[in-house]
């Protein structure tokens, strides 16, 4: 951890880390599915790209539908070429922990990917999900085009109605395109597919319990 740092404020472009060249290196085939882990990714399938706290239980999430080719954890939504784990917590990339998700949209819509995304954690709770704090844990969903932007306030605002009816706080989760926001840089292999290798191992999602209206 670097001192003095405010790990719940975003870090200025500025004093952010520098990063590196060098992508992560990363296992060519999906430790759960067997398709791969970069692209090129068969015609017809979409990317979809979310933050929802700690990633290793969000890729899960994701993983375990049928329709989705492969997904990948990475950092997403800084400043930081490559950064590693270990930066990513420090509060110097601006990044958010990141999962990937390629899917078949002829299976299932983005629209429930987006239910699955709201019904499995909390998007209320700023720089933090539970007893993780940080921006690294921020809510986020970073659209690949205007069309799955457009769906993505449509969704936010249709859940924050029924989180109102519920007596819950507002959304903070972070709505930008790919564009803005700059690409998804892979985490380290040992996150891949974390908790099909560690079963036993951490996983803090937590939704509010109030379900999503699809769309």
């Given at each position: 951890m670097v001192i003095g740092v405010n790990k719940t404020?975003?870090?200025?472009?500025?004093?952010?880390?520098?990063?590196r060249a060098e992508e992560m290196s990363v296992p060519s085939r999906h430790y759960v599915l067997g398709t791969p882990l970069k692209g090129p990714w068969p015609d017809g399938h979409e990317l979809a790209y979310f933050g929802m706290g700690c990633f290793w239980g969000a890729e899960r999430k994701f993983w375990q539908l049928d329709g989705?080719?492969?997904?990948?954890?990475g950092y997403?939504?800084?400043?930081?070429?490559?950064?590693?784990?270990e930066e990513v917590c420090s509060g110097m990339t601006g990044h958010t922990e990141a999962v990937q998700v390629v899917y078949d949209p002829q299976k299932f819509r983005y629209s429930d990917l987006?239910?699955?995304f709201w019904e499995n954690h909390d998007p209320t709770q700023g720089m933090r999900q539970g007893?993780?704090?940080g921006t690294q844990y921020r809510s986020a969903i970073y659209s690949?085009?205007?069309?799955?932007?457009?769906?993505?306030?449509?969704?936010?605002?249709?859940y924050q109605q029924r989180l109102n009816e519920a007596g819950h706080g507002e959304i903070t989760t972070e709505i930008r395109e790919?564009?803005?926001?700059?690409p998804f840089f892979y985490a380290e292999e040992f996150h891949q597919q974390y908790l099909a290798k560690n079963p036993h191992g951490y996983c803090g999602l937590g939704g509010t319990g109030v379900s999503c209206p699809g769309t």
């Open positions: 404020k975003m870090v200025p472009q500025e004093k952010a880390l520098p990063g989705v080719y492969s997904t990948a954890v997403m939504g800084g400043y930081t070429p490559n950064p590693t784990y987006l239910v699955l007893g993780d704090v690949t085009g205007a069309a799955q932007a457009r769906q993505a306030e449509a969704s936010r605002n249709a790919c564009d803005e926001t700059g």
